[in-house]
């Protein structure tokens, strides 16, 4: 029998606050901790071997917003620097980098993103280039794009953090993993 065909895509920006930033609890309002301590890195390659397991994996997307030095400082020059490095090394592990923009107006955000994941499932579904897809994300603004595939006869998996997961996607996903801190130590050095 052939293995089943996968495709990961990973929202970079959702990922990298569920991974390395502070988070307020939405019920009660305390701080959940970051899992991944300062200093310290995310083998997101070790990361999809896991979420791929005995199947065929036939791609790794890491989807972002590109960080710009907007206003000469040091700190702006070394996000640029460090983000440049990061996505050199896991392009050199076979990821593809999906580059979306940063807006810097009142406050920092991601544009296009989003719609270049949900675009890359619809595409990449339609294409038949897997059984599978993976999404390693929390926003719920894939969902449209995730039914669009499932009715074409394709499943998508949800992978989710403990201090971030979606109760949307958990419902319409055909499978969901919610991973924690301590599922996560393997892939922390």
Not at 115 to 125: E, F, N, Q, S
Request: aromatic content about 10%; proline content about 2%.
């Amino acid at each position: 029998m052939t293995p089943e065909r996968v495709i990961i895509y990973i929202d970079g920006g959702n990922t990298y606050k569920a991974l390395f930033k502070e988070t307020k609890n939405r019920k009660d309002g305390s701080i959940v901790p970051k899992i991944v301590p300062k200093g310290k890195i995310f083998n997101y390659k070790e990361f999809a071997s896991l979420l791929a397991s005995n199947r065929n994996l036939c791609g790794k997307k890491y989807y972002v917003g590109i960080v710009r030095n907007f206003d000469d400082t040091k700190k702006s020059s070394d996000m640029v620097t460090n983000q440049q490095k990061f996505l050199a090394k896991i392009e050199n592990e076979g990821f593809a980098i999906e580059r979306g923009k940063i807006v810097y107006d009142h406050q920092i955000r991601e544009k296009g993103v989003d719609v270049k994941i949900a675009i890359d499932l619809v595409i990449d579904g339609i294409e038949d280039k897997y059984d599978i897809a993976i999404v390693v994300s929390s926003d719920t603004d894939l969902i449209p794009a995730i039914k669009y595939v499932q009715s074409k006869g394709k499943r998508v998996e949800y992978i989710g953090f403990s201090n971030s997961t979606s109760v949307g996607l958990i419902k319409d996903c055909d499978y969901q993993r919610v991973f924690g801190s301590t599922d996560l130590q393997q892939f922390i050095f």
